[in-house]
Each structure stands twice: as C-alpha cells, then as structure tokens.
C-alpha cells in the first residue's frame, strides 16, 4: 500500500492568516491526490482533487499544489468555519490511503 | 441533488457479520461509469478504504479485508450494500458510503470519492 504521509498533525493559527498542509506519498501518485475536510461528527467533504482542481462550490481561498510525491494545501485568509481537520488522500492505485489528518486550532 | 444514506445495525457481536446499506438518491446507479464505495473511520486507523463496486457487481476491496468482504448492487432499489464477516472490536469505527467521480488518462481511469454518505455508527460488541 501507498503510505501517506500528513504534516504538521495540529497547527495553532488564528482568522485571517493562512496556512499550509504537506503531505508526502511513499511512491509517486502523479497528480492522483485529493483534499478532504472533515468537521466533527460529519462525513468528509472533498475540496481538491487531482492535485490543484477545486472542487465545485468550494472557496477560492483554498488551493492545492504538488505532483508525484510531495503536495501542498494552503487555506487563505482562514475563516472561523476552517478550524476543523484535513485530509490528503492518494487514489492513483487501490487500496486508496488517507494521511493521519491535520486539526486546525484557533 | 445526489445523496446517499447509510443504513444497518448499530451494534453487532463479535465474530457476527456487519451488514450495511447505502442507498442512492437523485440519480441512477445503473448506467454510468461511477463507482460505489464503502469506507469506514475509527480512531485506531483512521480513514480506510473497504471496497469499490459497479453498477454490474464488479469490483474491489482492500487486500487487508478482502477474506471478509462482499458488496453487491441491487439496482431496482438503487442502494448497494456491504457485508463484513467475522467481525471483531477493530472492526467498530463510522462507515460512510459514497460515490467515486472519475478521471480518464492515457487509457485508464482513475477514480476519487466526491459524495459521501452522513455515516453509520457501527459498534461490535
């Protein structure tokens, strides 16, 4: 199986800044990598996929970058509703994996 | 609007078989190249794939459950369904359904998860 990866698991950060979530494949994955958000007690929701596409409805402030092993999310400008936890996922060969997820602090 | 809403026991004993169903609604199962899947969440492991299927019952599941596992499609209801045997504890977590959008490069298909079920609780004990 694919590994991934996720990093940093927590992040403090407040309205207003940005941030940015890494995640590393253990082999390449070329551009199959998905974003997901997930709040508390719901089902994830996806945000990118293919690397950089966003999905449709999801924010502009939200973008995806990266291609074989190493990709980035980066949250702009985060709003009180993006304090929840994030998730990469490779679907470029099955089964496909999740990273550990990233929780958002304020 | 496609939604899709799991349904089953909430609690199962060991060693008993999970039985879960995922019924699809605002659209057809039948007659596209979407994919159904089944992935499930617990805090030991996380988010892990279980299995994927087609409209005709083909399909896939992850190697590490592939012993226990069978999906089917019942397209005159328009759900598909999950079967897990020899259900242990680390077998409890959330169990979310959802359908696989798709991509095609160079001759292939790729496919990612963009509508999910709310989720099922599922515990054994």
């Known amino acids: 199986d694919i590994q991934m990866t996720q990093s940093p698991s927590a992040v403090s950060t407040s309205v207003g800044d940005s941030v940015t979530i890494t995640c590393r494949a253990s082999q390449t994955i070329y551009s199959y990598m998905a974003w997901f958000q997930q709040e508390p007690g719901k089902a994830p929701k996806l945000l990118i996929y293919?690397?950089?596409t966003l999905e449709s409805g999801v924010p502009s402030r939200f973008s995806g970058s990266g291609s074989e092993t190493e990709f980035t999310l980066t949250i702009s400008g985060l709003q009180p509703d993006d304090f929840v936890t994030y998730y990469c996922q490779q679907y470029f060969t099955y089964p496909y994996t999740f990273g550990q997820g990233t929780r958002l602090e304020i | 609007q496609l939604q899709l809403q799991e349904s089953g026991p909430g609690l199962v004993k060991p060693s008993g078989t999970l039985s879960l169903t995922c019924t699809v609604s605002?659209?057809?199962?039948?007659?596209?190249?979407?994919?159904w899947g089944w992935i499930r969440q617990s805090p030991g492991k996380g988010l892990e794939c279980i299995g994927n299927i087609f409209y005709d019952d083909t399909g896939y599941f992850n190697p590490s459950l592939k012993s226990r596992v069978s999906m089917s499609v019942d397209t005159s209801k328009n759900h598909f369904s999950l079967r897990l045997t020899s259900v242990t504890a680390a077998d409890t977590g959330v169990y979310f359904c959802?359908?696989?959008?798709?991509?095609?490069?160079?001759?292939?298909?790729?496919?990612?998860?963009?509508?999910w079920g709310k989720g099922t609780t599922v515990t054994v004990s």
């Open positions: 959802a359908r696989l959008n798709y991509e095609y490069w160079r001759g292939a298909y790729y496919y990612y998860m963009d509508v």
């Open positions: 605002g659209a057809s199962i039948s007659g596209s190249n979407y994919y």
């Open positions: 293919k690397a950089s």
